[in-house]
C-alpha cells in the first residue's frame, strides 16, 4: 500500500491579523503594506491559494473572559493544545461565582499556614483588572476568606500594572483596595512595587533584585501613605509599571520570619 509523506509546518507569525471590514485603514501596517505572499492565500488565482481560516484569538475562544483581548503565552498555549484551555482567571471567576474560594485547598492549606505560624499573612501579586495576570477581585475574594478565617494580620505587597492597564492607573485601584480593607477591617498595604522590578520573566535578575528588596529587607521610600506617594511619583514622570519599591510600615510588614504566602504566579514563577 503507497503512503504519502506530507510534512506541516506550524509557522507563528505574532502579530499578524486579519482587520475587519470596518476597521480603519489608518495605522494599520499589515493593510499599508504590500503582501504579496500572505495576500496570495486569499486570492483565488494565486499559485499559493489553498484557502485559509479565520481563527479569533481572544475572549472565550481562548479561554479568556469575554472581551478580553488575547496575548501571545494565551496563543501559544491554545494553538499547542489543539482546544480552547480555560485560562487561570476565568477558572477563579466560576469558583467566585459559586463561594467557593475558601474551599479552595491551596488557599486553606496557605491560609492556616500563616494563622498558626506568626499569624502574618502576605498576600502578593499584579493589582489591576487588567484580566491577563491577575484580577483585583480575586485579592477582595482572598482578603474576604481571611476575614472568615479570622487571620490576625494580612500584609500586601502591591504590583503596579501599567502594562495591561493604563500607565497611570494604580492610585485607582489602590484607592479600591483600601476602601476593601477599611470596609472588612483586615489588611495593611506592606510594599508597592511596578511589574518591572518583580515580575520579569527573562532571568534578568537586577531588576528583581529591586522588588526583591523591598519586600524582605525594606529598601525603597518609606511611605505613611502610598496613595499619595504614587500621585508624587506621576508627577515625577514615574508611571505604573516602573514604579521603584514604596515602603509601608517599616520592618513590620516585611516577609521574614514563618508566614504564610499567596501570589498570583504567572510571570512570578518564571
Same mark, same amino acid.
Given at each position: 500500500?503507497?503512503?504519502?509523506?506530507?510534512?506541516?509546518?506550524?509557522?507563528?507569525?505574532?502579530?499578524?491579523?486579519?482587520?475587519?471590514?470596518?476597521?480603519?485603514?489608518?495605522?494599520?501596517?499589515?493593510?499599508?503594506?504590500?503582501?504579496?505572499?500572505?495576500?496570495?492565500?486569499?486570492?483565488?488565482?494565486?499559485?499559493?491559494?489553498?484557502?485559509?481560516?479565520?481563527?479569533?484569538?481572544?475572549?472565550?475562544?481562548?479561554?479568556?473572559?469575554?472581551?478580553?483581548?488575547?496575548?501571545?503565552? &494565551?496563543?501559544?498555549?491554545?494553538? #499547542?493544545?489543539?482546544?480552547?484551555?480555560?485560562? *487561570? =482567571?476565568?477558572?477563579?471567576? +466560576? /469558583?467566585? !461565582?459559586?463561594?467557593?474560594?475558601?474551599?479552595?485547598?491551596?488557599?486553606?492549606?496557605?491560609?492556616?499556614?500563616?494563622?498558626?505560624?506568626?499569624?502574618?499573612?502576605?498576600?502578593?501579586?499584579?493589582?489591576?483588572?487588567?484580566?491577563?495576570?491577575?484580577?483585583?477581585?480575586?485579592?477582595?475574594?482572598?482578603?474576604?476568606?481571611?476575614?472568615?478565617?479570622?487571620?490576625?494580620?494580612?500584609?500586601?505587597?502591591?504590583?503596579?500594572?501599567?502594562?495591561?492597564?493604563?500607565?497611570?492607573?494604580?492610585?485607582?485601584?489602590?484607592?479600591?483596595?483600601?476602601?476593601?480593607?477599611?470596609?472588612?477591617?483586615?489588611?495593611?498595604?506592606?510594599?508597592?512595587?511596578?511589574?518591572?522590578?518583580?515580575?520579569?520573566?527573562?532571568?534578568?535578575?537586577?531588576? &528583581?533584585?529591586?522588588?526583591?528588596? #523591598?519586600?524582605?529587607?525594606?529598601?525603597?521610600? *518609606? =511611605?505613611?501613605?502610598?496613595? +499619595? /506617594?504614587? !500621585?508624587?511619583?506621576?508627577?515625577?514622570?514615574?508611571?505604573?509599571?516602573?514604579?521603584?519599591?514604596?515602603?509601608?510600615?517599616?520592618?513590620?510588614?516585611?516577609?521574614?520570619?514563618?508566614?504564610?504566602?499567596?501570589?498570583?504566579?504567572?510571570?512570578?514563577?518564571?
Amino acid at each position: 500500500m503507497a503512503t504519502v509523506d506530507q510534512k506541516v509546518a506550524l509557522i507563528v507569525i505574532d502579530g499578524w491579523g486579519v482587520a475587519g471590514p470596518n476597521s480603519p485603514p489608518q495605522g494599520d501596517a499589515i493593510a499599508a503594506a504590500e503582501t504579496p505572499h500572505m495576500s496570495g492565500f486569499a486570492e483565488a488565482n494565486s499559485k499559493t491559494a489553498q484557502g485559509y481560516s479565520e481563527l479569533d484569538a481572544s475572549s472565550l475562544a481562548v479561554g479568556l473572559p469575554e472581551g478580553l483581548m488575547g496575548n501571545s503565552e &494565551v496563543g501559544h498555549l491554545n494553538i #499547542g493544545a489543539g482546544r480552547v484551555v480555560w485560562q *487561570d =482567571s476565568v477558572r477563579i471567576d +466560576q /469558583t467566585l !461565582k459559586k463561594g467557593e474560594m475558601g474551599k479552595v485547598p491551596s488557599v486553606v492549606k496557605a491560609f492556616n499556614r500563616a494563622k498558626e505560624g506568626n499569624g502574618r499573612l502576605h498576600l502578593l501579586g499584579l493589582v489591576s483588572d487588567g484580566g491577563v495576570h491577575s484580577n483585583i477581585t480575586h485579592l477582595f475574594a482572598l482578603l474576604d476568606v481571611a476575614k472568615e478565617m479570622q487571620i490576625p494580620e494580612v500584609y500586601i505587597h502591591f504590583f503596579a500594572d501599567g502594562r495591561d492597564t493604563d500607565p497611570k492607573s494604580a492610585d485607582g485601584f489602590m484607592q479600591q483596595l483600601l476602601e476593601k480593607t477599611q470596609q472588612i477591617g483586615l489588611g495593611a498595604i506592606a510594599t508597592v512595587v511596578g511589574r518591572y522590578y518583580i515580575m520579569d520573566r527573562d532571568k534578568r535578575w537586577e531588576r &528583581v533584585e529591586v522588588g526583591l528588596k #523591598g519586600l524582605v529587607t525594606g529598601e525603597g521610600e *518609606d =511611605s505613611s501613605d502610598p496613595l +499619595q /506617594t504614587i !500621585k508624587e511619583r506621576y508627577e515625577k514622570k514615574e508611571n505604573d509599571e516602573f514604579l521603584k519599591p514604596i515602603i509601608v510600615g517599616g520592618k513590620e510588614r516585611r516577609i521574614q520570619g514563618k508566614f504564610g504566602l499567596v501570589y498570583s504566579s504567572q510571570d512570578l514563577r518564571n
